[in-house]
C-alpha cells in the first residue's frame, strides 16, 4: 500500500502575481480575471463536477485524497493568499477600526435577496436577474442602492464522490465556486458592473464559524495534513471508543447524548457542554457535538472523531486558535475571493460570534462573548477594510457582546437589539418594550447607525432576547408596572408572540424550535391585526396590512443605520401552506413556509415555483413594475419614505434620546443630524388615530418642520415640546429649525 507521502497539497507557486491596477481608497481595483483560486472546477453541475471514477472512496486510496484536496477551500485560499503576499496594494487603506458611516455612505438601503426563492424568466439564473439593468433602475426609483446577495456558493457536503444537498439553506458551505443553480461567476461580477453603473453595491456572504462536509471535512477525517486544524475535532483514542454512540448504518455521525458528552468531557477529551445548544430538538440534536463512525486515514489508521457544531451536524464548526491556523486561512481566502476576484464590496459575517470555545472549571464551557471571537472579527474586519471592502455580521447575542464585537471587528451588526421588540410593539398595540429596548442599547453604547435595521429575512422571526433571558437574566426589569427580570421578562415577551402570532390565533405561522417564529412581515401583520384565515383576506384587510408594513419601514429606516428588506416585503408576501413544502419542513425546519417564491419583475407570470423548487408565495402587492405605477402603493409610498431618508442624511445621524410619550402606541426617537439639525421620528404603532406630545430634554427651541411635505407642524413651547397627530400606523419625520439670532 502507498504511504501517500507524495500526495500534493494544492501549488502555491504555480499562479502569478497580481499585475500592476490602478485603485482609489474605495475600492481595490485589481483586474478579477488575475486573482483566481485554481480554475479546476467552476460552475460545474454536481453531476459533472463529481462524476464517480471506478475505483473506493476510502482515506487509504491516494487518488481519492488527491481528488479531495482540488475540491478544497483551503487549497483554495493557499493559491489566493500567495498572489497577493507582498503586493504594495495590501497597503493602501486604513483597515484597524470599524467605520460604520463610511459603510452606510456607500450601502444604505439594502435589498436582501434570497437566491432559492426569487422566480426569474425561463432560462435565466438567479445572479442573472440580479445584474438585469430594468431591475436595477426600479430600484434607484425605490432608493435601493445595495443587493445582498445571500449564500451563492456551492453548500452541502460529499459523502464518498458525490455531492450531498445543502442542509441549512446553503450556509454549510464547502467551496468558492459559485453553484450552478444560482448561475456563474462571469454573471456574478457582470452583477457587481451592473449595481456600479446604478451607484450601487453588491454585499456577499462568508461564513467563518463552519463550513458545510466538504472535501475539507473529508480530508480533517482522514486526517490529512493541515486539514484537521480547520475545524473543532478531537481523535479519540481506541481505549475510549466505548464512551462513543454507534453510528447508524447510513449515517456519517451521531449526534452525543447530554450523557456521553459529561463523559467524555469528564475524560477530559473534549470541553463538555457549552453555554445553549442552537437548533435543539430532542433526538435530533441535544448537545453540540457528534461522533463520526471508524475512518481509515491516509496513512491506514483507524480512527475516530468527535467534532463541535453549533448548528446543524452538517455545519462543522471552524477552529480559530489551531496550531496550522487553517481555518484562520479558510475563511480569509474565501473572503479575499468574493471581494477581489468576484468583485463584491461588503460582506456579511455568518455564525460570527461563535469562535471561541474555552473549558472553564464550572459547567458550561464558555462559548459566547469569548475574547477570541472579538479577536477573529477584528482579523476579518481588518482584512476586508485592508482591501476597500466593509463587513456586517449577524450577530445574536447580548448588546454588550454586539457593542464589544463591534467596536473591533465588523463594521455593522444586524438588529437584534431592538428586531423583535417592533414587532411586539406592533402585535401588541404598545412600544414600551421597544422604548426599554432601546434605551438599554443607548445606555450600552450602542450606536444606532451602526447597525442594519431589517424587515424579513431568510431567518425566523428570532425572540430570543438573549440579552435578557441570559446576560442579564437576574437583573430587574419593569414593564407595564410590572417587575421582571431579565429572564422572565424574555420569557413573558415570547409567550405573548406566541399566543398572538401562532396557533389558533394564527394558524399560518409557525414557532421555530426555541428560537423564534416562521413567518414573513404581512403575516406579522396579519396576526396583529387579529386576522386567522389568510385565505379571506379583502381589499380592506389588504390596505391595512399595507399601511403597518409601511410603518414598519418608518421605523426602521427613519433612524440612523442600514435600512433593509426583503423580496417578501417587497411584494407582499404571506407564508406558503405546511402541506406545500412538507418534506423541507419534516425536520422541524419550519422556516420553509416564510421562504416563498416571489417574482419581482413578472419575469414569469406563469411559473409555480421558482427555478430551486420553492412553491409562489401569495403576494398582496403584486410585482414591482406595477407597483410603480401607483404612488399609492407599497412601493410608491416606501420610495417617498427613502427620499426623505437619503435627502434629510438620517443614516448617518446619532439617536439621542428615546423620550417618554403620551400614548402607549407612540414611539419618538430624537437624532442629531450631521449637519447638527436636530431630528425628530414620531410614529404610531396602533390601527387609530392619535393625538400626543412630543416632550424632549434633546430637543431646541425652534419651529418644527415635515420633512415630506416641508410644512411648518407646530413651535416648540416654552415646556421644550410640540403636538403631533399621527393616523392610524402612521408617522411623521421632522426636523427642528433653530430661531435665526437677530442681526
Known sequence: MSTNADLPVADDTSEDFLPEASFDKHHFAARPERLRPQARRRNLKASEALAPPPFEPDGRNPAYVRWLVDQSMLGDARTLGRQLAGHHMMWQNPFAR???????????????????????????????????????????????????????????????????????????????????????????????????????TVIDDIVPGHTGKGADFRLAEVNYHDYPGIYHMVDIPEEAWPLLPEVPAGRDSVNLSAEAERALAEAGYIIGALQRVIFYEPGVKETNWSATPVIHDWRGVPRRWVYLHYFKDGQPSINWL??????????????????????????????????????????????????????????????????????????NLGMEDIRNTGAVGPDLSYDFVTRPAYQFALVTGDTEFLRLALRESLALGIDQASLVHALQNHDELTYELVHFASNHRDDPYTLGGVQYTGATLAEHVRSVMRDRMTGEAAPYNATFVQNGIACTTASVI??????????????????????????????????????????????????????????????????????????????????????????????????????????????????????????????????????????????????????????????????????????????????????????????????????????????????????????
Open 98 to 200: 470599524p467605520d460604520p458611516r463610511a459603510a452606510v455612505r456607500q450601502a444604505s438601503v439594502w435589498f436582501a435577496a434570497y437566491p432559492l426563492s426569487m422566480v426569474t424568466a425561463s432560462g435565466r439564473t438567479f445572479l442573472g436577474a440580479l445584474g438585469d439593468d430594468a431591475l436595477w433602475a426600479a430600484f434607484e426609483r425605490i432608493g435601493i442602492d445595495a443587493i445582498h446577495t445571500g449564500p451563492v456558493k456551492l453548500a452541502g457536503g460529499i459523502s464518498g464522490w458525490e455531492h450531498t444537498p445543502s442542509v441549512d439553506g446553503h450556509f454549510d458551505r464547502i467551496s468558492m465556486g459559485i453553484d450552478s443553480l444560482f448561475g456563474t461567476e462571469d454573471e456574478f461580477r457582470a452583477m457587481c458592473a451592473t449595481a456600479t453603473r446604478h451607484h450601487g
Open 322 to 395: 489551531d496550531p496550522t491556523f487553517a481555518g484562520m486561512r479558510l475563511v480569509m481566502g474565501d473572503a479575499l475571493h468574493s471581494l477581489l476576484d468576484l468583485g463584491s464590496g461588503g460582506l456579511r459575517l455568518d455564525a460570527n460570534g461563535f469562535l471561541g470555545v474555552e473549558k472553564r472549571m464550572e459547567n458550561p464551557a464558555w462559548s459566547e462573548g469569548h475574547p477570541l471571537s472579538q479577536a477573529a472579527n477584528q482579523l476579518i474586519g481588518s482584512m476586508v477594510r485592508k482591501v476597500g471592502g466593509f463587513t456586517f455580521q449577524e450577530f
Open 526 to 743: 396579519a396576526a396583529s391585526l387579529g386576522l386567522k384565515d389568510l385565505s379571506a383576506i379583502t381589499d380592506a384587510d389588504i390596505r391595512r396590512i399595507r399601511d403597518a408594513h409601511l410603518l414598519l419601514c418608518m421605523y426602521n429606516a427613519w433612524q440612523p443605520g442600514v435600512f433593509a428588506l426583503s423580496g417578501w416585503d417587497l411584494v407582499g408576501a404571506l407564508p406558503l401552506e405546511r402541506r406545500a413544502v412538507k418534506a423541507l419542513i419534516g425536520d422541524g425546519d419550519t422556516r420553509w413556509i416564510e421562504r416563498g417564491g416571489y417574482d419581482l419583475t413578472d419575469a414569469n407570470p406563469a411559473a409555480k415555483a421558482s427555478a430551486a423548487g420553492m412553491p409562489i408565495a401569495r403576494a398582496l402587492y403584486g410585482s414591482l413594475p406595477a407597483q410603480l405605477e401607483k404612488d399609492s402603493s407599497f412601493v410608491g409610498r416606501l420610495a417617498e419614505i427613502l427620499r426623505v431618508r437619503r435627502r434629510n442624511g438620517i443614516a448617518t445621524g446619532l439617536l439621542i434620546d428615546v423620550p417618554d410619550v403620551p400614548q402607549p402606541g407612540m414611539l419618538v426617537l430624537v437624532n442629531q443630524l450631521e449637519t447638527g439639525v436636530t431630528q425628530v421620528t414620531a410614529l404610531n404603532f396602533t390601527g387609530a388615530k392619535v393625538t400626543g406630545r412630543v416632550q424632549s430634554a434633546a430637543l431646541p427651541q425652534g419651529r418644527v418642520f415635515d420633512l415630506s411635505t416641508r410644512r411648518k407642524v407646530d413651535t416648540l413651547d416654552k415646556l421644550g415640546g410640540f403636538n403631533v397627530e399621527l393616523p392610524a400606523f402612521g408617522g411623521l419625520a421632522m426636523v427642528v429649525r433653530e430661531p435665526r439670532p437677530e442681526s
